[in-house]
């Protein structure tokens, strides 16, 4: 199946351009960003002042929440606020249970947001048998409840979003897709369906879900199936429930990315659990980023393509001690450009000494390896630490391992009994080495490129990899230089994170000594890798951005949650704010919190609910007992 225009040459997917208001999505125009209020949409001072705030800061799309037919009618006024104040920004309706709500607000804003899984469908989280009589009978019903919001739309020149959300696909389409991507796209098919027989064509896509994944594959099969279908309907990208800080900002880098940097994308979401303004910033980085990429030298095409960009399928490769295999990614810190090296150096890679005790301490994030390049360490190094050598400098003493240029490895005869690692672009693919790399099982490959491009490079030498049979593991490295350390957390999180995601890749190594500090360094690159799912090394919080159906603070919350549970490597925990998003964008979770009154929090294991309406006060503690009922519970050092 075919889901962008080239594996090897940047291309935008084409799609129709629409116009949302004043701002065409789509088509020429460039990608655009968007954002969500978090203020209650009664409160027209509030949201207009917040959204004032976001419209400042680079969003070119302000959505509102509309759950009931007060805050629909209450668009008119808000919109009626900004006019006065010279903001003409789209507004968006996001709508999910009351069809009554949305077709008010498809008369006031220029574009609303509706859920397939919520909107006409049912979401009870019951196992059903549809034969398919009953699921044509329910395909109809749903085109009764939809038609008269399409027709409303099509009368009043309102563009709409049909959004899907993997945590809430109705129980009709789990009966018959489960939970899955392609669940996800079917979801939305049915409504672009219905819109085209009422030729109404205003109208983008949206496949999102907090795990990247998942929500990759979604829009691939998306766009695979429109081509299919003959659409081309402009996307709307987003990962759900991203979170907070670096964690957050790396996995929105590594979804929206990965996807814009394929050319699929017309707008852009960066969901955080923060103030919306803060979204912007971060949005731009990733755009920055892609824009970049455009203008790359060529790449020769790929004929036969071996890559999973559908499904996740990890490439096979040899075990060469801790590499590759079954084993996680690994993490390979750079010290080869530091004036001198001592044992405290080694705190930045999460190891610390104890003199008292003479020994180390190893962190849940501690690397695998570090490059000292031509470096002589007069001290004895933690055991589980990797060192790698320039070749020459590991001729000399013979201490751990070697990096070796294509051409050392090819003409020296003493290597490493153990581990050689061969520093190699995609133009050094020569005939030799992959005969040689075929039957040696210490090498691992050290991967670069100096091509505007690199995700695209890198990806093609992975198919001659796959395609020759060869099945040497390989380290994913970036060098970045002259970046600020946010736009390289952004950067560096797509580069390599559009790699891991479809399996591909036994390592990261990021080289940027003049852009951010070795102990940020080593975080970022565990934080791609769990980003990506392909090593967990932390907690990971499942949190919603906030929004005016948000019942308490999330923002609040959110720190007290982690204070208390940071050490639970592994451990997945959903926090949403209402209950519209929140049992099923935890699907992915866990243990979940989640807001379902005033005041008032009801838990979950899994998706199942375990305690209902405990008192705010009381739910971080409740959630503990939970999680320690469930045996994932340990104590802090």
């Not at 609303?112 to 699921?135: C, H, L, Q």
């Not at 005790?357 to 002589?376: C, P, Q, R, T």
Request: hydrophobic share 35%.
């Amino acid at each position: 199946m075919k889901y962008c225009n080239s594996l090897t040459k940047y291309s935008r997917f084409f799609t129709r351009e629409v116009m949302v208001g004043n701002v065409g999505i789509g088509g020429n125009n460039p990608i655009r960003i968007q954002s969500m209020t978090t203020t209650n949409t009664m409160d027209t001072e509030a949201t207009v002042n917040e959204s004032i705030r976001m419209i400042n800061a680079g969003c070119e799309l302000v959505r509102i929440t509309a759950p009931s037919r007060k805050e629909a009618e209450n668009l008119q006024n808000i919109k009626n606020e900004l006019l006065k104040r010279g903001y003409n920004t789209p507004l968006v309706a996001d709508i999910h249970y009351t069809p009554k709500a949305a077709e008010i607000a498809a008369k006031i804003v220029e574009k609303v947001r509706v859920n397939p899984g919520n909107y006409a469908d049912k979401k009870k989280f019951e196992e059903i048998e549809y034969t398919d009589d009953s699921y044509k009978i329910e395909l109809q019903r749903i085109k009764e409840k939809f038609t008269p919001l399409v027709k409303i739309c099509k009368k009043y020149g309102t563009a709409m979003r049909i959004g899907t959300n993997h945590g809430s696909l109705s129980d009709r389409i789990l009966s018959r897709y489960g939970d899955t991507p392609k669940g996800m796209v079917e979801s939305a098919m049915e409504f672009l369906r219905i819109c085209k027989d009422e030729n109404y064509l205003e109208i983008i896509i949206s496949m999102k879900a907090s795990n990247t994944r998942v929500m990759v594959q979604a829009y691939r099969l998306l766009v695979a199936e429109m081509i299919k279908e003959k659409m081309n309907f402009p996307l709307h990208l987003g990962v759900t429930e991203a979170g907070e800080g670096e964690d957050g900002r790396i996995k929105s880098a590594v979804g929206i990315g990965t996807l814009l940097a394929d050319g699929i994308g017309d707008t852009i979401r960066v969901s955080l659990t923060e103030a919306p303004e803060f979204e912007m910033p971060v949005a731009k980085k990733i755009i920055k980023h892609v824009n970049e990429i455009k203008n790359h030298q060529k790449i020769c095409s790929l004929i036969k393509n071996p890559l999973h960009s559908f499904d996740y399928k990890k490439r096979k490769t040899n075990t060469v001690m801790n590499i590759g295999g079954k084993n996680p990614p690994i993490v390979k810190g750079d010290f080869s450009l530091k004036k001198k090296i001592t044992p405290a150096s080694f705190f930045a890679l999460g190891y610390s000494y104890s003199i008292p005790l003479d020994k180390w301490h190893i962190s849940e994030m501690a690397a695998d390896y570090v490059f000292v390049g031509d470096h002589n360490l007069d001290f004895e190094v933690p055991g589980t630490l990797g060192v790698i050598y320039n070749y020459k400098k590991w001729i000399q003493d013979k201490k751990g391992y070697p990096l070796l240029t294509v051409n050392e490895y090819l003409k020296e005869k003493v290597k490493s009994e153990k581990i050689n690692m061969i520093y190699t672009c995609f133009s050094d693919l020569s005939q030799e080495l992959t005969n040689k790399l075929k039957t040696d099982k210490t090498a691992v490959l050290l991967i670069d490129t100096n091509n505007n491009n690199g995700i695209a490079e890198q990806r093609r030498l992975f198919a001659e990899l796959i395609n020759n049979k060869i099945k040497t593991p390989v380290v994913i490295g970036r060098t970045y230089q002259k970046m600020s350390e946010q736009q390289l957390q952004i950067s560096s999180s797509v580069d390599i994170g559009a790699l891991l995601i479809d399996g591909l890749g036994d390592g990261i190594f990021i080289s940027a000594s003049e852009c951010i500090s070795d102990q940020n360094n080593n975080s970022l690159s565990f934080g791609i890798l769990q980003a990506t799912r392909t090593r967990i090394s932390k907690t990971e919080y499942i949190s919603c951005p906030s929004c005016g159906r948000t019942l308490f603070d999330l923002q609040e919350t959110t720190a007290k949650i982690r204070k208390e549970t940071d050490h639970l490597k592994g451990v997945k925990i959903g926090i949403m704010g209402c209950i519209v998003n929140g049992p099923g964008e935890m699907a992915d979770a866990d243990y979940g919190y989640v807001g379902t009154g005033p005041g008032k929090i009801t838990l979950y294991k899994e998706k199942t609910v375990v305690e209902k309406n405990i008192a705010e006060t009381e739910a971080v503690n409740a959630l503990i007992n939970l999680i320690k009922k469930h045996g994932d519970w340990i104590e802090k050092n």
